[in-house]
DNA sequence: CGTTTGACCGAAAATGAATTTTAGTCAATT
DNA sequence: AATTGACTAAAATTCATTTTCGGTCAAACG
């Protein structure tokens, strides 16, 4: 039984193209030979090569969330969960072939698909985090709030300490980075005295 | 008496120059033309068209400073002060036409030096506002800290709330801004209750 | 004799015509 | 009915030619 899945070999294979060379230096009649298909085959499947990226876009960006998920965890309170998810999806981010290939096209070439990849990401991280900011309203561990003005600058508050910093000095050690968002997230920085 | 001071003359019409056209667009050619003498004189001041740009940038950065130091006043607390001095400088980099045009140039031509001239102000900036923090340190008013992160963070979070933001969602008034600031700087996050 | 100048130079960038590559189609094939 | 790859129109790349530009310096000037 089971003729070969077609589709699959296609997304097989232009998940490892686009992780491997980019958006722009993907081409269809290079999907097609590394899926050992015909090139017609993946426009079965796929209105065009937009859709295909936004395929497998789509399919990395459903491993982050599971990511998300599993490091939510109950029993934390709310700025644990809040640090180690940033955590987990950024480090994921940034050790993912695709995201890392995409970050570089941007910088590199400018690749427009490339810049709207990244974006789709970066709000799939700013509305989980606002879930989780939403709950911790809810739940009246933080106070009321806009939550998705608060998670779009938790998420700038975090890349900045941990990647952006980088360009004026050494890299924060992680439990630096840590230090600083609970400084700024959790107590503020006006003197207790 | 007084034969026309020339390097004036230069200085003005590069000024001039850079903040119409941007760095690229501003030929030598063209500032003698406006500043009315020959190319070789500029020369005789400047060594390179890099060492013209520097001094018109420095001149600019030079104006800043004087609007921060107009804007901080010792008779209001720390985070007054940061928040008006923040919003000054914004302002007027925002409002200048040389920083306007640098900012296009770095956006819509990628051109090295516009790039640089930004990240230049961005770090007088971000000094001006470490010498505050500092001095708030030692008066008590907020916990001891590391002022350069610290700052370059502050600087982020306003950027954050006054300029990226507004890719995602109307851009937020002044006011709300402010309270943001004092969200995470003052108060933190944590429930009072 | 010191200052100013613009014609001049080589390097770098812009141009555009010729060539190659690529996304997408579709008649032939399996 | 599903699959294919030769084909096409459009886009990208190449590359020789032309133009522009930063910087120099011998001549002109005062």
Do not use: W
Request: include cysteine.
């Amino acid at each position: 039984m089971a003729a070969v899945d077609r589709r699959r070999l296609v997304l097989d294979a232009a998940a490892k193209s686009f992780a491997l060379f980019g958006y722009k230096a993907t081409t269809m009649d290079q999907v097609a030979k590394i899926a050992n298909v015909g090139k017609g085959t993946i426009y079965t499947f796929f209105t065009n090569k937009d859709e295909l990226f936004d395929e497998i876009l789509h399919s990395a960006i459903t491993d982050m969330r599971k990511i998300a998920e599993r490091t939510i965890r109950d029993d934390r309170d709310f700025f644990d969960n809040l640090y180690r998810v940033l955590d987990a999806l950024l480090d994921f981010r940034d050790e993912h072939a695709l995201f890392i290939k995409l970050s570089q096209e941007k910088r590199d070439l400018g690749t427009p698909k490339a810049d709207y990849g990244l974006a789709k990401v970066e709000n799939v991280i700013v509305s989980y985090i606002q879930g989780v900011v939403e709950q911790a309203i809810r739940n009246d561990e933080i106070r009321p709030c806009d939550a998705q003005v608060v998670s779009y600058v938790m998420l700038r508050l975090y890349t900045s300490l941990a990647g952006d910093f980088n360009q004026l000095r050494e890299p924060l050690p992680k439990e630096q980075i840590k230090e600083y968002m609970l400084l700024f997230l959790e107590q503020g920085l006006r003197s207790s005295g």
